[in-house]
């Protein structure tokens, strides 16, 4: 059964995702209350709702999204596909779900939702992007490919 759920395709893009969430989540926590008034009651809380949201906005909207856009004609080079199709599918992503938990927290000043929006996403992004090209997936895959090999559970070329 161990064997049947390491196999899984998804697996590696499920915990990249799933740590990615809690990464980015942490790190907003952080910036918003400092580390003297970190709530990780709250965090852990919230932690599962972010994640289904993520996780339902990236199946419904930003993965097919991106799947069109890789299929179309609008990127001409398609040797990069392993960059390009997680950097949309994180802006896209980002894009929808922050303007949703800043919408419905009301983490913003009378007024100014769009610009208070247009901050939070522009900070997210800039660590987002780094945080999973040069963090997250390669620790993510150096991991669970030692756990595929402990078990010797063979390998799909990715």
Request: glycine residues 2%; positive net charge; hydrophobic residues 50%.
């Amino acid at each position: 059964m161990f064997k049947n759920f390491i196999k899984n395709n998804n697996l590696e893009g499920n915990i990249t995702m799933a740590l990615m969430v809690f990464i980015l989540m942490n790190y907003n926590m952080i910036w918003n209350y400092g580390l003297a008034n970190y709530p990780a009651k709250k965090v852990l809380i919230i932690y599962p709702f972010s994640f289904i949201l993520v996780f339902l906005v990236k199946n419904i909207v930003s993965f097919p999204m991106t799947r069109y856009i890789h299929r179309s004609k609008l990127i001409k080079n398609k040797d990069r596909v392993h960059i390009t199709f997680p950097l949309w599918i994180i802006i896209i992503n980002s894009l929808i779900c922050l303007g949703l938990s800043t919408y419905l927290t009301h983490n913003y000043p009378v007024g100014h939702f769009y610009s208070s929006y247009a901050f939070y996403w522009i900070r997210t992004i800039i660590v987002a992007l780094p945080l999973f090209f040069y963090l997250v997936r390669p620790q993510v895959r150096f991991h669970l490919s030692n756990v595929k090999k402990f078990f010797s559970v063979s390998q799909s070329p990715s």
